[in-house]
């Protein structure tokens, strides 16, 4: 299962704790998918959620445009 989570214009700390919220609900290999437009918040959260242990896929997928893919395990 994935969960997506639109967090355009979102600044710090908002996407992550919208992330973390929905990988408490989530089992294990379930992941969400962070849609974010400010690299300080990329940044950030690959940061924050590799030292909670989680599994992390990073993506410019357009010009100030990422997904970052955090998965259980």
Not at 20 to 39: M, N, P
Not at 40 to 60: Q, T
């Amino acid at each position: 299962m994935q969960v997506e989570l639109d967090c355009l214009g979102d600044m710090c700390p908002v996407p992550y704790l919208k992330a973390t919220k929905e990988l408490e609900k989530l089992s294990s290999g379930d992941s969400v998918l962070i849609i974010t437009d400010h690299s300080c918040v990329a940044r950030a959260l690959v940061e924050k959620m590799k030292k909670d242990k989680y599994l992390i896929e990073e993506d410019e997928v357009m010009n100030g445009i990422w997904e970052i893919k955090v998965s259980k395990r």
